[in-house]
C-alpha cells in the first residue's frame, strides 16, 4: 500500500519561500514524483513532475520560482517555493506513480497573503 506524508505548507506573505516535502512508502521506487495543486473553486493542475532521472517540468507559471528535487535513496520529493504570490494559494498535493498507477497525498494548504 502506498502512502504519501507532506509536510511543509503554511501561511506566507508575497515574496517569501516555502519548502514542501513528501516521503513515499509502499514500494523500493517510483517512477515520477511531483506536486499538483488546487485552488478554490478551480481545478487542480500540475505544478512540477520529476521522474527517476531527474528530468523535470514545471508550470508555466512556477518556472524560475520554483524547483523541484527527489531523493531516490529516501523516495522523497521536495519543492522548493520562492517569490510567492497570493494567486500561488491552493491545497498543494503530492503525487508519484509506480506500475502506471496513481497516487496522491491529503494535501498540504499553501496561503499567501499579507
Known amino acids: 500500500q502506498v502512502q504519501l506524508e507532506e509536510s511543509g505548507g503554511g501561511l506566507v506573505q508575497p515574496g517569501g519561500s516555502l519548502r514542501l516535502s513528501c516521503a513515499a512508502s509502499?514500494?523500493?521506487?517510483?517512477?515520477?514524483m511531483g506536486w499538483f495543486r488546487q485552488a478554490p473553486g478551480k481545478q487542480r493542475e500540475q505544478v512540477a513532475l520529476?521522474?527517476?532521472?531527474?528530468?523535470?517540468i514545471y508550470a508555466d507559471s512556477v518556472k524560475g520560482r520554483f524547483t523541484i528535487s527527489r531523493d531516490n535513496a529516501k523516495n522523497t520529493v521536495s519543492l522548493q517555493m520562492n517569490s510567492l504570490k497570493p494567486e500561488d494559494t491552493a491545497v498543494y498535493y503530492c503525487?508519484?506513480?509506480?506500475?502506471?498507477?496513481?497516487?496522491w497525498g491529503q494535501g498540504t494548504q499553501v496561503t499567501v497573503s499579507s
Open positions: 520529476i521522474s527517476y532521472g531527474g528530468a523535470t
Open positions: 503525487y508519484v506513480d509506480r506500475s502506471w498507477n496513481d497516487y
Open positions: 509502499g514500494f523500493d521506487s517510483f517512477n515520477r
